[in-house]
T-cell receptor, first 112, second 114 residues
């Protein structure tokens, strides 16, 4: 699975959009981009995933560049409860291909 | 059930004792994964099940660790002769074939070896 690079930490003001970047320059054509987050003392929570097209759900939007070498997770109106570690993971999908490898992620601190 | 259930939620054991950690995946999720997370660290993959078989055991740290899954459902992670370095939160996740929609994680078992 391709490796990802994320900034170790970011701050965001409450009510503003949080834009979390992820670089995955070695991504393969069959690999998806997944985003998870982990709020303190809880198990990771799935947020969103995508292959080529931008995706949006009730939690967030995922913007993937045309060359697929980077992506951005957007939380449109961050709240204090969005303070968490956010993980960007690249892995092949479409079959039972096994584990997701979690890196160190980005610690997002939402401030009042 | 509605989510992935893990038990116990907390376990304190003496060094050298064996422990069993249980995971009940979401009904219909054929893939099941065990991870562990030491204090302040990232998630470390342990083992992956597809049905009752484990095609990837590459993350098990030693032969003191083993896991099984029966009936394509419940999984048990067993740690024999526990050591202090085994202290961590052990997380279980399950997913549909192809991981459509991603994994769903349980709340974990916090293991403390004293």
């Amino acid at each position: 699975d391709a490796k990802t690079t994320q900034p170790p930490s970011m701050d965001c003001a409450e009510g503003r959009a949080a834009n979390l970047p992820c670089n995955h320059s070695t991504i393969s054509g069959n690999e998806y981009v997944y985003w998870y987050r982990q709020i303190h003392s809880q198990g990771p929570q799935y947020i969103i995933h995508g292959l080529k097209n931008n995706e949006t759900n009730e939690m967030a939007s995922l913007i993937i560049t045309e060359d697929r070498k980077s992506s951005t997770l957007i939380l449109p109106h961050a709240t204090l409860r969005d303070t968490a570690v956010y993980y960007c993971i690249v892995s092949a999908g479409g079959g039972n291909t096994g584990k997701l490898i979690f890196g160190q992620g980005t610690t997002l601190q939402v401030k009042p | 059930g509605a989510g992935v259930s893990q038990s116990p939620s907390n376990k304190v054991t003496e060094k050298g004792k064996d422990v069993e950690l249980r995971c009940d995946p979401i009904s219909g999720h054929t893939a099941l994964y065990w991870y562990r997370q030491s204090l302040g660290q990232g998630l470390e993959f342990l083992i992956y099940f597809q049905g009752n078989s484990a095609p990837d055991k590459s993350g098990l740290p030693s032969d003191r660790f083993s896991a099984e899954r029966t009936g394509g459902s419940v999984s048990t992670l067993t740690i024999q002769r526990t050591q202090q370095e085994d202290s961590a939160v052990y997380l279980c996740a399950s997913s549909l074939p192809g991981r459509l929609g991603g994994y769903t994680f349980g709340s974990g078992t916090r293991l403390t070896v004293v």
